[in-house]
Protein backbone atom coordinates (compact mmCIF):
# COMPACT_ATOMS: atom_id res chain seq x y z
CA UNK A 1 0.00 0.00 0.00
CA UNK A 2 2.64 2.06 0.13
CA UNK A 3 2.18 3.33 -3.29
CA UNK A 4 -0.49 5.20 -2.51
CA UNK A 5 1.31 8.52 -0.74
CA UNK A 6 -1.94 9.85 -0.13
CA UNK A 7 -3.49 6.77 1.74
CA UNK A 8 -2.54 6.80 5.20
CA UNK A 9 -0.72 4.37 7.46
CA UNK A 10 -2.59 0.98 8.10
CA UNK A 11 -0.85 1.20 11.84
CA UNK A 12 -4.30 -1.26 12.74
CA UNK A 13 -2.90 -3.32 10.30
CA UNK A 14 -6.83 -3.45 9.04
CA UNK A 15 -8.30 -4.24 5.63
CA UNK A 16 -8.56 -1.47 3.19
CA UNK A 17 -11.74 -0.65 0.98
CA UNK A 18 -12.51 0.28 -1.98
CA UNK A 19 -15.89 1.53 -2.30
CA UNK A 20 -18.23 4.01 -3.49
CA UNK A 21 -21.23 4.19 -6.47
CA UNK A 22 -21.45 1.62 -9.20
CA UNK A 23 -21.09 5.27 -11.95
CA UNK A 24 -20.86 8.75 -11.73
CA UNK A 25 -24.23 10.02 -11.42
CA UNK A 26 -23.57 13.57 -11.01
CA UNK A 27 -21.75 15.50 -8.86
CA UNK A 28 -23.56 16.12 -5.80
CA UNK A 29 -24.24 12.50 -5.25
CA UNK A 30 -20.80 11.73 -5.70
CA UNK A 31 -19.64 13.71 -3.35
CA UNK A 32 -22.03 13.09 -0.79
CA UNK A 33 -20.88 9.28 -0.76
CA UNK A 34 -17.58 10.28 -1.13
CA UNK A 35 -18.04 12.15 2.55
CA UNK A 36 -19.71 9.95 4.24
CA UNK A 37 -17.86 6.81 3.53
CA UNK A 38 -14.42 9.12 4.55
CA UNK A 39 -16.40 9.83 7.76
CA UNK A 40 -16.84 6.45 8.85
CA UNK A 41 -13.49 4.80 7.58
CA UNK A 42 -11.22 7.78 9.15
CA UNK A 43 -13.07 6.84 12.72
CA UNK A 44 -12.13 2.73 11.94
CA UNK A 45 -8.90 4.00 10.67
CA UNK A 46 -9.75 1.71 7.24
CA UNK A 47 -8.14 2.39 4.24
CA UNK A 48 -10.00 4.04 2.21
CA UNK A 49 -10.14 4.30 -1.70
CA UNK A 50 -12.78 5.90 -3.52
CA UNK A 51 -14.33 3.94 -6.07
CA UNK A 52 -16.71 4.96 -9.30
CA UNK A 53 -16.78 4.10 -13.15
CA UNK A 54 -16.43 7.02 -15.55
CA UNK A 55 -18.18 5.30 -18.07
CA UNK A 56 -19.51 1.79 -18.02
CA UNK A 57 -19.19 -0.38 -20.97
CA UNK A 58 -20.61 -3.72 -19.98
CA UNK A 59 -24.21 -2.70 -19.99
CA UNK A 60 -27.13 -5.96 -21.03
CA UNK A 61 -29.20 -3.35 -23.16
CA UNK A 62 -28.34 -0.23 -25.33
CA UNK A 63 -30.51 1.60 -23.53
CA UNK A 64 -28.48 1.52 -19.92
CA UNK A 65 -26.78 4.15 -18.00
CA UNK A 66 -23.50 4.64 -19.50
CA UNK A 67 -22.12 7.64 -17.75
CA UNK A 68 -22.15 11.93 -18.11
CA UNK A 69 -19.45 11.50 -20.23
CA UNK A 70 -15.85 10.20 -19.95
CA UNK A 71 -13.80 13.48 -19.32
CA UNK A 72 -16.60 15.16 -16.78
CA UNK A 73 -16.73 11.90 -15.27
CA UNK A 74 -12.24 11.80 -14.84
CA UNK A 75 -12.56 15.04 -14.04
CA UNK A 76 -14.74 14.75 -11.09
CA UNK A 77 -13.03 11.97 -9.25
CA UNK A 78 -9.98 13.97 -9.05
CA UNK A 79 -12.09 16.37 -7.77
CA UNK A 80 -13.17 13.83 -5.18
CA UNK A 81 -9.02 12.81 -4.85
CA UNK A 82 -8.15 16.37 -4.06
CA UNK A 83 -11.14 17.68 -1.63
CA UNK A 84 -11.01 14.29 0.64
CA UNK A 85 -7.48 13.78 0.03
CA UNK A 86 -7.82 10.06 -0.92
CA UNK A 87 -6.61 8.06 -3.62
CA UNK A 88 -9.40 7.30 -6.66
CA UNK A 89 -10.18 4.18 -8.64
CA UNK A 90 -11.60 3.49 -12.05
CA UNK A 91 -11.92 0.85 -14.37
CA UNK A 92 -10.74 0.85 -18.42
CA UNK A 93 -12.22 -0.41 -20.62
CA UNK A 94 -9.66 -0.64 -23.70
CA UNK A 95 -5.93 -0.11 -24.18
CA UNK A 96 -6.50 3.80 -25.19
CA UNK A 97 -8.49 4.67 -22.18
CA UNK A 98 -5.68 3.89 -19.79
CA UNK A 99 -3.30 6.68 -20.57
CA UNK A 100 -6.18 8.89 -20.32
CA UNK A 101 -7.35 7.94 -17.08
CA UNK A 102 -4.27 8.14 -15.61
CA UNK A 103 -3.97 11.48 -15.57
CA UNK A 104 -7.26 11.57 -13.09
CA UNK A 105 -6.77 8.33 -11.15
CA UNK A 106 -4.32 6.55 -8.62
CA UNK A 107 -5.78 3.28 -9.41
CA UNK A 108 -6.98 1.32 -12.61
CA UNK A 109 -8.88 -1.40 -12.79
CA UNK A 110 -9.27 -3.75 -15.08
CA UNK A 111 -13.06 -5.30 -15.30
CA UNK A 112 -13.48 -9.23 -14.81
CA UNK A 113 -14.40 -9.78 -18.63
CA UNK A 114 -11.30 -8.29 -19.24
CA UNK A 115 -8.49 -9.92 -17.31
CA UNK A 116 -7.19 -11.90 -19.99
CA UNK A 117 -6.51 -8.90 -22.58
CA UNK A 118 -2.88 -8.25 -22.96
CA UNK A 119 -2.97 -5.06 -24.85
CA UNK A 120 -5.66 -3.89 -21.54
CA UNK A 121 -3.23 -5.13 -18.95
CA UNK A 122 0.23 -3.85 -20.68
CA UNK A 123 -1.60 -0.31 -21.43
CA UNK A 124 -2.63 -0.09 -17.29
CA UNK A 125 1.24 -1.30 -16.48
CA UNK A 126 2.67 1.05 -18.46
CA UNK A 127 1.10 4.28 -17.02
CA UNK A 128 2.82 3.40 -13.63
CA UNK A 129 -0.04 3.33 -11.63
CA UNK A 130 -1.23 0.50 -9.11
CA UNK A 131 -3.21 -2.14 -11.48
CA UNK A 132 -6.36 -4.13 -9.39
CA UNK A 133 -7.09 -6.70 -11.96
CA UNK A 134 -10.48 -8.56 -10.95
CA UNK A 135 -10.69 -12.12 -11.70
CA UNK A 136 -12.66 -13.19 -14.27
CA UNK A 137 -15.98 -15.33 -13.57
CA UNK A 138 -14.79 -17.92 -15.59
CA UNK A 139 -11.21 -18.66 -14.42
CA UNK A 140 -9.78 -20.49 -11.72
CA UNK A 141 -8.25 -18.12 -9.54
CA UNK A 142 -4.18 -19.49 -9.94
CA UNK A 143 -5.01 -18.97 -13.41
CA UNK A 144 -4.77 -15.37 -12.11
CA UNK A 145 -0.85 -15.75 -11.78
CA UNK A 146 -0.52 -15.31 -15.79
CA UNK A 147 -2.03 -11.99 -15.50
CA UNK A 148 0.12 -10.69 -13.34
CA UNK A 149 3.08 -11.87 -15.21
CA UNK A 150 2.22 -9.65 -17.74
CA UNK A 151 1.56 -6.85 -15.67
CA UNK A 152 5.16 -7.35 -14.08
CA UNK A 153 6.20 -7.74 -17.36
CA UNK A 154 5.81 -4.73 -18.55
CA UNK A 155 7.41 -3.12 -15.68
CA UNK A 156 5.04 -2.70 -13.06
CA UNK A 157 4.78 -4.35 -9.85
CA UNK A 158 1.96 -2.30 -8.08
CA UNK A 159 -1.17 -5.23 -8.44
CA UNK A 160 -3.91 -5.51 -6.66
CA UNK A 161 -6.57 -9.02 -7.38
CA UNK A 162 -9.86 -8.36 -7.17
CA UNK A 163 -12.20 -11.85 -6.69
CA UNK A 164 -16.02 -10.99 -7.76
CA UNK A 165 -17.20 -14.64 -7.82
CA UNK A 166 -16.97 -17.25 -9.99
CA UNK A 167 -20.03 -18.44 -12.41
CA UNK A 168 -21.69 -21.70 -11.61
CA UNK A 169 -24.74 -23.08 -13.82
CA UNK A 170 -26.88 -20.28 -15.68
CA UNK A 171 -27.26 -16.75 -13.88
CA UNK A 172 -25.84 -17.18 -10.52
CA UNK A 173 -22.15 -16.18 -9.08
CA UNK A 174 -20.39 -18.26 -6.36
CA UNK A 175 -17.86 -17.52 -4.37
CA UNK A 176 -15.07 -19.81 -3.35
CA UNK A 177 -13.12 -18.79 -0.55
CA UNK A 178 -10.37 -21.21 -1.36
CA UNK A 179 -9.51 -18.12 -4.16
CA UNK A 180 -8.15 -15.95 -1.41
CA UNK A 181 -5.34 -17.62 -0.52
CA UNK A 182 -4.61 -19.52 -3.81
CA UNK A 183 -3.95 -15.77 -5.22
CA UNK A 184 -2.22 -14.58 -2.28
CA UNK A 185 0.26 -17.22 -3.57
CA UNK A 186 1.07 -14.50 -6.23
CA UNK A 187 3.05 -12.03 -3.25
CA UNK A 188 0.24 -9.88 -4.49
CA UNK A 189 -2.69 -7.93 -2.47
CA UNK A 190 -5.90 -10.05 -3.06
CA UNK A 191 -9.97 -8.04 -2.43
CA UNK A 192 -13.14 -9.99 -2.34
CA UNK A 193 -15.63 -7.51 -3.85
CA UNK A 194 -18.79 -8.44 -1.56
CA UNK A 195 -21.56 -6.67 -3.96
CA UNK A 196 -20.52 -7.86 -7.69
CA UNK A 197 -19.90 -11.06 -6.05
CA UNK A 198 -24.36 -11.00 -5.53
CA UNK A 199 -25.21 -10.46 -8.75
CA UNK A 200 -27.67 -12.24 -10.87
CA UNK A 201 -26.53 -11.66 -14.14
CA UNK A 202 -28.75 -12.19 -17.72
CA UNK A 203 -31.97 -11.63 -16.17
CA UNK A 204 -34.58 -11.63 -18.34
CA UNK A 205 -35.71 -8.36 -17.88
CA UNK A 206 -32.29 -7.80 -19.10
CA UNK A 207 -31.19 -5.68 -15.98
CA UNK A 208 -28.98 -7.18 -13.65
CA UNK A 209 -30.37 -8.77 -10.40
CA UNK A 210 -28.79 -9.46 -6.98
CA UNK A 211 -29.01 -10.31 -3.16
CA UNK A 212 -27.77 -7.67 -1.35
CA UNK A 213 -29.35 -8.87 1.79
CA UNK A 214 -25.88 -11.19 1.58
CA UNK A 215 -23.23 -8.76 1.37
CA UNK A 216 -22.85 -8.98 4.99
CA UNK A 217 -22.26 -12.61 4.81
CA UNK A 218 -20.08 -12.65 2.14
CA UNK A 219 -17.90 -9.71 3.90
CA UNK A 220 -18.11 -11.43 6.89
CA UNK A 221 -16.62 -15.14 5.56
CA UNK A 222 -13.94 -12.69 3.36
CA UNK A 223 -12.39 -11.21 5.97
CA UNK A 224 -12.77 -14.45 8.41
CA UNK A 225 -10.61 -15.99 5.19
CA UNK A 226 -7.98 -13.70 5.21
CA UNK A 227 -8.67 -11.53 2.78
CA UNK A 228 -6.36 -8.00 2.26
CA UNK A 229 -8.84 -5.99 1.46
CA UNK A 230 -12.69 -5.35 0.42
CA UNK A 231 -14.62 -3.82 -2.79
CA UNK A 232 -18.03 -2.51 -2.25
CA UNK A 233 -20.39 -0.41 -4.12
CA UNK A 234 -22.61 1.82 -1.94
CA UNK A 235 -25.21 4.31 -2.78
CA UNK A 236 -27.87 6.45 -0.58
CA UNK A 237 -30.46 5.07 -2.21
CA UNK A 238 -30.01 1.76 -4.89
CA UNK A 239 -33.69 1.84 -5.76
CA UNK A 240 -32.89 4.61 -8.39
CA UNK A 241 -29.57 3.90 -8.78
CA UNK A 242 -28.72 4.39 -12.47
CA UNK A 243 -26.53 0.93 -12.53
CA UNK A 244 -26.39 -2.04 -10.34
CA UNK A 245 -29.09 -0.98 -7.85
CA UNK A 246 -30.09 -4.29 -7.46
CA UNK A 247 -26.87 -5.25 -5.86
CA UNK A 248 -25.51 -2.49 -3.89
CA UNK A 249 -25.48 -1.67 -0.19
CA UNK A 250 -27.45 1.22 1.21
CA UNK A 251 -24.80 3.14 2.85
CA UNK A 252 -27.01 3.71 5.89
CA UNK A 253 -25.62 0.17 6.69
CA UNK A 254 -22.28 0.69 5.65
CA UNK A 255 -20.72 1.83 9.34
CA UNK A 256 -22.37 -1.31 11.24
CA UNK A 257 -21.18 -3.44 8.33
CA UNK A 258 -17.71 -2.11 8.91
CA UNK A 259 -17.64 -2.36 12.45
CA UNK A 260 -18.12 -5.80 12.61
CA UNK A 261 -16.04 -6.55 9.75
CA UNK A 262 -12.86 -4.57 11.64
CA UNK A 263 -14.05 -7.14 15.04
CA UNK A 264 -13.54 -9.50 12.46
CA UNK A 265 -10.41 -9.13 11.53
CA UNK A 266 -8.62 -7.90 14.82
CA UNK A 267 -9.81 -11.71 16.02
CA UNK A 268 -7.80 -12.95 12.46
CA UNK A 269 -4.94 -10.53 13.28
CA UNK A 270 -3.93 -12.47 16.55
CA UNK A 271 -3.61 -15.91 14.68
Not at 36 to 42: A, C, F, L, S, V
Not at 147 to 170: C, H, P
Request: charged share 25%.
Amino acid sequence: MEFLPNLKENKKNNFFLLAGPCVIEGRDIVFEIAEKIKKITDELEIPFIFKASYRKANRSRLDSFTGIGDIEGLKLLKEVSEKFSIPVVTDIHSAVEAEMAAKYVDVIQIPAFLCRQTDILVAAAKTGKVVNIKKGQFLAPESMKFATQKVVESGNNKIWLTDRGTMFGYGDIVVDYRSIPEMQKTGFPVILDITHSLQKPNQTSGVTGGRPDLIETIGKAGIAAGVDGIFLETHPNPAIAKSDGANMLNIKYLEALLVKLVKIRQIVNKF
